[in-house]
């Protein structure tokens, strides 16, 4: 079982609708990012998040530390959203720096 | 354009062959973090880099890989007897510290093996 998982894998909707994008993880973390990649590699972070909730445009995230359990959400949704969406997690008790990825969920905006 | 760069961003090899990439950070990140991708997956961590010293390198796939960053600017990544399930894309991220650790990451280099 992977220590990231997210749900939906795929998901196509029509523009304008209120997307969610799940991620579980199953270790103790320090920080949890979410990841914008578009075809031919490009990666961006878009939140890092330790607790609570925050907001930036159309895009919100929220976590939950207890139940280890984070969303992200895209309001009024565009074709230009279109892309992958990553959940990331940093382990916490020190070990490797480096992030644990979820496999990520193709997110296709149809207009 | 995150200001982390990437060299070279193709590269095909035939089995067997050596390969180097590089990668420039930020140039203030003292960071630096090396990521495999493959068709489908996740990026899966490597190694990373604190300056010049290598603090993780138990991640790298075998011993064919290897990494360098001499002077604590640029790194690199080298594969060594380069096999076909080495095909990927090579991904370089730069952070500030580990407390501000919004990592930027660099377009990546793809690597074909034939």
């Known amino acids: 079982k992977n220590e990231v998982e997210q749900s939906p894998q795929n998901l196509t909707a029509q523009e304008g609708e209120f997307i969610t994008i799940n991620c579980s993880y199953s270790v103790g973390i320090s920080a949890l990012h979410w990841l914008q990649q578009h075809p031919g590699g490009g990666i961006v972070s878009l939140f890092m998040?330790?607790?609570g909730k925050k907001k930036h445009g159309r895009l919100i995230a929220t976590i939950n530390i207890q139940e280890k359990h984070s969303s992200l959400h895209i309001t009024a949704s565009h074709p230009r959203d279109s892309a992958v969406y990553i959940c990331a997690v940093r382990t916490s008790g020190g070990g490797a720096d480096g992030l644990t990825f979820g496999k990520g969920t193709h997110l296709i905006i149809q207009p | 354009d995150t200001g982390v760069s990437q060299d070279p961003r193709h590269k095909i090899t035939k089995r067997g062959q050596n390969v180097t990439f590089r990668c420039d950070p930020i140039s203030e990140h003292n960071r630096l973090y090396w990521y495999r991708q493959t068709l489908g997956q996740g990026p899966e961590f490597l190694t990373y880099?604190?300056?010049?010293?290598?603090?993780?390198k138990s991640r790298l796939l075998s011993d064919r890989f290897s990494a360098e960053r001499p002077k604590g600017s640029f790194s690199t990544l080298e594969i060594q007897h380069t096999e076909q399930g080495d095909s990927a894309m090579y991904l370089c991220?730069?952070?500030?510290?580990?407390?501000?650790?919004?990592?930027?990451f660099g377009a990546g280099t793809r690597l074909s093996v034939l």
């Open positions: 880099f604190q300056n010049e010293a290598q603090l993780e």
């Open positions: 991220a730069s952070s500030l510290n580990r407390a501000k650790n919004i990592q930027y």
């Open positions: 998040l330790s607790s």
